[in-house]
């Protein structure tokens, strides 16, 4: 029963947070996830099985970066733009079979963001947003039966992104007008709610026991938005920027996790995470206005289970923030001016998750570990 309180819970760790990705700041890393998220305990559901959690994400982002290189002088000017964002998914996964489950994820988002130069460069002001995002539905199936005992299982899905929240939410911006009045716009895309567009989830995730007590787990995916753009003006200087694009988004996890012996239901985990947005879509147009870049994280993090409730914390902290040069910065360029936009990003984000997997009978021995 150890081992599968043992499993269970690094399943736990593993599928809640693992490929969530929300905003890094106004690189624009929304709450769009790979399929795992939702699923909870995924391969330890058995047929009949549901799984109910939550997830909780914030950060604060205000460090300005072009490329890799940090501008620390944004900070000590007070020119800095600062985003703080909070976001709740509500998740729901249901086992058709031992290897076969189902998702829908509703997540909804409070954003705020500060700045000058969206309010006449002279005065500080924010602008919010706050409502549901897109919501995400799909399904993965495991590898792997359980017809004989093995150390790990690989899981692979498929999901739909549905553009369910406002991708032109707006707000008053000051100092903007004619003769310097407030204008009402569309607040900034790093906080948008939506992007507008249909996305296609491609996931994939899995765990492997390396030792008694030790497993390694990796979970990632990658969703294409075929959208071009949405239609939101941007009130960017540069024409080519006056409409936000609708991007691509990725995510990939790897670590490994440790089952605390001496204190029962307790795990801990520590791995490495990489999230961005591309500087090309795979599929459809690129146009528009985005601010592509990447972060790497190292995340360390805790769990602990209690029957069939699992709670679980992690801290993802920046190592690597990149804002690449977007398509519109290299179009508008010339060999006496190389533009190169900048971004901020946060130092750290905090996850927190809680699931209650509610079986259909009695738990009983698995056989996949």
Not at 117 to 140: N, V
Not at 149 to 158: E, T, V, Y
Not at 172 to 189: C, H, K, L, M, Y
């Amino acid at each position: 029963m150890k081992k599968i309180y043992t499993v269970i819970s690094l399943a736990l760790v593993l599928l809640l947070l693992p490929s969530l990705a929300w905003s890094q700041g106004c690189v624009a890393i929304r709450q769009y996830s790979g399929l795992g998220n939702a699923v909870g305990q995924g391969n330890f559901q058995a047929k009949g099985d549901w799984n109910l959690s939550l997830n909780y994400r914030y950060f604060k982002s205000f460090r300005h970066f072009r490329g890799t290189h940090e501008e620390p002088n944004r900070v000590e000017d007070g020119t800095e733009v600062i985003n703080w964002s909070h976001g709740v998914d509500f998740n729901i996964s249901y086992a058709f079979s031992n290897r076969l489950y189902g998702i829908i994820s509703l997540p909804f988002a409070y954003n705020e963001r500060s700045s000058l130069y969206e309010h006449g460069r002279t005065e500080r002001h924010s602008t919010y947003s706050k409502g549901l995002a897109d919501m995400r539905i799909g399904a993965g199936f495991w590898l792997f039966s359980d017809e004989k005992p093995r150390k790990g299982n690989i899981a692979m899905g498929l999901g739909v992104k549905i553009p369910s929240g406002d991708y032109a939410a707006s707000d008053t911006f000051f100092n903007v007008g004619p003769n310097g009045e407030s204008e009402i716009r569309p607040v900034d895309q790093s906080i948008q709610l939506g992007d507008g567009g249909v996305g296609l989830i491609l996931d994939t995730q899995g765990i492997w026991e390396l030792s008694h007590g030790f497993y390694s787990y990796f979970s990632g995916f990658y969703m294409i938005n075929p959208r071009n753009t949405n239609g939101t003006p941007t009130y960017r200087r540069r024409e080519s920027e006056a409409i936000m694009s609708v991007a691509d988004q990725y995510a990939f996890r790897t670590g490994l996790f440790y089952s605390v012996k001496s204190i029962h239901g307790l795990g801990l985990v520590f791995g490495g995470r990489l999230e961005g947005i591309p500087v090309r879509d795979i599929v459809g147009e690129s146009d528009g206005f985005r601010r592509p870049g990447y972060v790497i994280s190292v995340e360390p993090g805790i769990s602990y289970m209690v029957g069939n409730v699992t709670g679980t914390l992690n801290i993802p902290v920046a190592l690597v923030r990149n804002r690449t040069r977007s398509l519109t910065d290299i179009a508008d360029s010339t060999p006496d001016n190389i533009r190169h936009g900048d971004a901020a990003f946060a130092d750290y984000l905090i996850n927190f998750s809680l699931a209650w997997r509610i079986p259909k009978k009695a738990p009983q021995i698995f056989n996949s570990l």
